[in-house]
């Protein structure tokens, strides 16, 4: 079993920045792919980024291009979710997740989530 706390979310006007933690625990961290996910009220969960034990990064361009980054320190068996330029369209739970048999992005191939942190951006 894995368990992920997410933390660092709150209210940020549009423009400014925020950075979202993922501390995991009960398996190797290193090994695992740790990925990010939001989800607005009314809509489906979406994919924000994902980063694999090996350090390789894949986001979701069309909506979080050149804005998130996601880094991991796996001495602090931490994630991070690095925000700057939010908009207001960012406004959503944002969820970390953990895979150990990495396939692909979607939400279905991880297995682990954290209760997710409240993200919101005013313009």
């Known amino acids: 079993q894995v368990q992920l706390v997410e933390s660092g979310g709150g209210l940020v006007q549009a423009g400014g920045s925020l950075r979202l933690s993922c501390a995991a625990s009960?398996?190797?961290?290193?090994?695992?792919?740790m990925g990010w996910f939001r989800q607005a009220p009314g809509k489906e969960r979406e994919f924000v980024g994902v980063i694999r034990w090996s350090g390789a990064r894949t986001y979701n361009e069309d909506s979080v291009k050149g804005r998130f980054t996601i880094s991991r320190d796996n001495a602090k068996n931490t994630v991070y979710l690095q925000m700057d330029s939010l908009k207001p369209e960012d406004t959503a739970v944002y969820y970390c997740?953990?895979?150990?048999?990495?396939?692909?992005?979607?939400?279905?191939?991880?297995?682990?989530w954290g209760q997710g942190t409240q993200v919101t951006v005013s313009s």
């Open positions: 997740a953990a895979t150990y048999y990495y396939t692909g992005y979607q939400v279905a191939n991880f297995d682990y």
């Open positions: 009960g398996r190797t961290f290193s090994r695992a792919a």
